[in-house]
């Protein structure tokens, strides 16, 4: 058992958990001839975690950041019903240590 001794907003332990958790990402990008795209896919077929950060908003105070340091991506599966290819990763597993596997930030 161990505390959770990180909540937002809080520096008292909110509560205790016990076991695994599970952090998984799932995202679609359309296909591209660029080295960052081909480095995901590469990543992808071995199995080598990369990083992924998202961020939502563009003004102070209406951002929202979400970082995975560690994600490992699954090999995507394609999409040509359009005219241009689309690449759907699905159940790609961040791996982490005690709890930081995700960072949230809001600014």
Not at 8 to 16: K, L, M, Q, R
Not at 64 to 78: N, T, Y
Not at 82 to 88: A, I, L, N
Request: a negative charge.
């Amino acid at each position: 058992m161990e505390f959770r001794d990180q909540e937002f907003g809080s520096t008292i332990h909110a509560s205790s958990f016990a076991g695994e958790r599970d952090v998984s990402l799932r995202f679609s990008l359309f296909e591209k001839d660029d080295a960052a795209t081909q480095a995901l896919y590469s990543s992808a077929r071995s199995q080598t975690p990369v990083s992924v950060m998202f961020q939502l908003g563009q003004k102070a105070g209406q951002l929202l950041g979400i970082w995975m340091k560690s994600v490992i991506p699954e090999v995507p599966e394609l999409d040509d019903r359009d005219t241009r290819v689309q690449w759907r990763f699905r159940e790609s597993r961040a791996t982490g240590v005690k709890n930081d596997e995700i960072f949230i930030a809001l600014g």
